[in-house]
């Protein structure tokens, strides 16, 4: 990747890198790295463990400062739902991750630039690299702009099906029943892709995708609930 584009992402980001390998090596996918027959040190796997840990940090702050009044339970809670692999995909997007990182030809043809596991991963690798070019506060200024904001979307993120089930409970007959449908089902074992669909009493609403059934099925309950707030 040119030192242009490598501009350019710290420009969206804002932040300016000291030592632009350490930009390089968060971008680095193990695929890639792999693929060149590069030391394991070379890809982002251990930025992102050292990125999840000061995204842990932050996030906790965060909410702690905030609610004064608030029970260690639901802090735990609302936690999860911002640093969710969905919460951090989408924040990932929101930066155009995809469009940067270093992936091997079989990931890139797979679609790996648009995959949750992938882009949570190098975001939090990202924020690995930023603690250990600038420090925690430039660190911290990272997570807060990109991750917690927003706060409401995100605890969506990390469980829809759950809101979804108690929204139509408390709205409509309680015998109203969600079905999540499989509609396909794709990639290698260790590389599964499903897209589902999300009904209600019979009646198509949206759909998800995840490389987990799971994950598949709160994005479309995630969708869903959109749709149902937009029908109101």
């Known amino acids: 990747m040119s030192r242009e584009r490598l501009g350019k992402f710290q420009n969206m980001i804002g932040y300016h890198f000291q030592n632009e390998n ?17 030391q394991y040190a070379a890809n982002n796997e251990r930025l992102e463990f050292l990125g999840d840990a000061v995204l842990e940090l932050v996030s906790s702050e965060f909410i702690f400062l905030g609610n004064p009044k608030m029970e ?20 990932a997007r929101q930066i155009h991750l995809g469009d940067y990182i270093y992936l091997g030809k079989g990931e890139y043809l797979t679609g790996g630039n648009k995959r ?4 949570s991963d190098a975001f939090e690798a990202v ?23 927003d706060i409401e979307k995100k605890q969506l ?23 999540y449908t499989i509609l396909s089902e794709h990639g ?22 995840g490389h987990t059934k799971k994950a598949a099925e709160q994005k479309a309950a995630y969708e869903t609930i959109l749709m149902l707030r937009n029908e109101e």
């Open 127 to 149: 924020i690995g690299a930023i603690y250990l070019d600038g420090g925690f506060e430039p660190a911290g200024t990272f997570v807060r702009t990109f991750v917690l904001s």
């Open 157 to 179: 993120f990390h469980d829809s099906k759950t809101i979804l089930q108690e929204m139509i409970q408390d709205k409509r007959h309680e015998n109203t029943r969600i079905v």
């Open 188 to 209: 290698p074992d260790h590389n599964k892709q499903f897209e589902v669909c999300c009904e209600i009493n019979g009646v198509q609403y949206a759909k998800g995708s």
């Open 116 to 119: 949750d596991s992938i882009l």
């Open 22 to 38: 350490l930009l390089k090596n968060a971008l680095t996918h193990s695929s890639y790295a792999n693929e060149k027959h590069w």
């Open 72 to 91: 260690e339970g639901k802090m735990t809670k609302i936690r999860a739902s911002l640093v969710c692999e969905m919460s951090l995909a989408e924040a």
